[in-house]
T-cell receptor
């Protein structure tokens, strides 16, 4: 079992709809969770971090964490074509010096 | 602030050649990382460093070497290049293991 798993997609969502991206992780001692966005041909950039169970909202983005079920998700409301990118889920265990990344989900927003 | 810079942007190597990928950051971050990203895949950690003089292996270190003599620089050395090392290489720096800032990447092809 991979340490961090994502559906590689592609996920296609119409403009204005809600895009839902999911990520599961295997290590129960994981403590911090991140979503990075990567445009085609570019480097990843951090867009959301979440550390405790529940929801965290930042503009059109909401990160959701459920440690009991070992999943973290990212919701993008009012999706825009500029949201088309690959979204990478990353996880860090307490005391670890590094992140573990999933393989990424490619999201396409259709006008 | 230039952030994280990587050179070169592109490089073609012949099998068996060697080269050094340069990475420099001007944010005084202690943590630095080298990743490779194969097409359609996530990021795989090659090596990382938690400070000058300290380096450690990631999940795919074979065929690579690193050094960290200063806080700013974290070069990645490829010895005896092989086609399997064709990839995009990203360097990242961070004030802590979580919030990583990525360089623009080096696209390497080994023929």
């Amino acid at each position: 079992q991979k340490e961090v798993e994502q559906n590689s997609g592609p996920l296609s969502v119409p403009e204005g709809a809600i895009a839902s991206l999911n990520c599961t992780y295997s290590d129960r001692v994981s403590q911090s969770f991140f979503w990075y966005r990567q445009y085609s041909g570019k480097s990843p950039e951090l867009i959301m971090s979440i550390y405790s169970n529940g929801d965290k909202e930042d503009g059109r983005f909401t990160a959701q964490l459920n440690k009991a079920s070992q999943y973290v998700s990212l919701l993008i409301r009012d999706s825009q074509p500029s949201d088309s990118a690959t979204y990478l889920c990353a996880v860090n265990r307490q005391g670890a010096q590094k992140l573990v990344f999933g393989q990424g989900t490619r999201l396409t927003i259709n006008p | 602030n230039a952030g994280v810079t990587q050179t070169p942007k592109f490089r073609i190597l012949k099998i068996g050649q060697s080269m050094t990928l340069q990475c420099t950051q001007d944010m005084n971050h202690n943590y630095m990382y080298w990743y490779r990203q194969d097409p359609g895949m996530g990021l795989k950690l090659i090596y990382y460093s938690v400070g000058a003089g300290i380096t450690d292996k990631g999940e795919v270190p074979n065929g690579y070497n690193v050094s960290r003599s200063t806080t700013e620089d974290f070069p990645l050395r490829l010895e005896l290049a092989a086609p399997s090392q064709t990839s995009v290489y990203f360097c990242a720096s961070s004030p802590n293991p979580d919030t990583q800032y990525f360089g623009p990447g080096t696209r390497l092809t080994v023929l």
